[in-house]
């Protein structure tokens, strides 16, 4: 079983799938955004810093997240892990390359989620996250509503909107994923580890060919050497 380095624009369903192989796979969910989340949750005088800077779409700068993962990563014991939301920079891919060359991690793949603009957009405006365990809910998918209105299945929290998840907001992401973490997709395509998943299938059909690029369900690896 891989580990796996999603990239991929706000919205293309990076929670969803990870909730997917958290609970399937007992993969290890490293998620920048909910780390900087906790963070500004803490009420921590960084935390307001960040608060800012996550309010307005921008990007953290490169220091604080690689330091946040260098974190996490070195904790794990032999345990596969799933990024979600780094590297967002190159300079961040490079810094999490050398990490993983330190602590010899070779098994990953780097996977492409491909959602144009407005799907990305409804989805957005639909999401709902559990501010406890972080599960992450869409309210115009039947597959991915709560049970019960605005209540965590999981956890039983009272679900809230993510204060990024406005129009304008969207829009500066989307646009800080085109310009700072597409480039990223050349730096995996030349380590050869990069893969393609077209966002906006049904999840079932995200699921199957994400089992197989990550060898969870051995068929032969990465479609898009
Ligand atoms: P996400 O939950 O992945 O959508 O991230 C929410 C916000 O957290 C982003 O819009 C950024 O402001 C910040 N953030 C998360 N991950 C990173 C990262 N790798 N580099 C810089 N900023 C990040």
């Known amino acids: 079983m891989k580990n796996i380095i999603f990239i991929a624009p706000p919205a293309a369903g990076k929670g969803t799938i990870s909730d997917y192989l958290v609970k399937n796979y007992h993969y290890e969910h490293i998620s920048t955004g909910d780390l900087l989340r906790d963070e500004i949750a803490s009420g921590s005088e960084f935390g307001q810093k960040l608060d800012i800077i996550l309010k307005s779409g921008s990007l953290v700068d490169d220091e604080t997240v690689i330091q946040l993962v260098r974190q996490k990563i070195?904790?794990?014991?032999?345990?596969?892990?799933?990024?979600?939301?780094?590297?967002?920079?190159?300079?961040?891919?490079?810094?999490?390359?050398?990490?993983?060359?330190?602590?010899?991690?070779?098994?990953?793949?780097?996977?492409?989620?491909?959602?144009?603009?407005?799907?990305?957009?409804?989805?957005?405006?639909?999401?709902?996250?559990?501010?406890?365990?972080?599960?992450?809910?869409?309210?115009?998918?039947?597959?991915?509503?709560?049970?019960?209105?605005?209540?965590?299945?999981?956890?039983g929290e009272v679900l809230i909107h993510r204060s990024d998840d406005n129009e304008e907001t969207f829009r500066v992401r989307y646009d800080s994923f085109m310009n700072n973490t597409k480039p990223i997709l050349d730096f995996y395509q030349d380590k050869g580890i990069l893969c393609e998943i077209d966002a906006t299938m049904p999840l079932e059909e995200i699921y199957e060919q994400l089992e197989d690029e990550a060898e969870i369900r051995v068929k032969g690896g990465c479609s898009n050497d």
């Open 74 to 155: 070195t904790t794990l014991a032999h345990q596969a892990f799933i990024l979600d939301g780094f590297p967002r920079t190159l300079k961040q891919a490079k810094a999490l390359d050398q990490l993983l060359d330190e602590l010899h991690i070779g098994n990953n793949v780097a996977i492409y989620l491909n959602v144009d603009l407005d799907t990305a957009l409804k989805r957005v405006m639909a999401r709902v996250i559990c501010p406890k365990c972080k599960r992450s809910y869409n309210l115009n998918n039947e597959k991915l509503k709560p049970v019960h209105k605005d209540i965590c299945d999981d956890c």
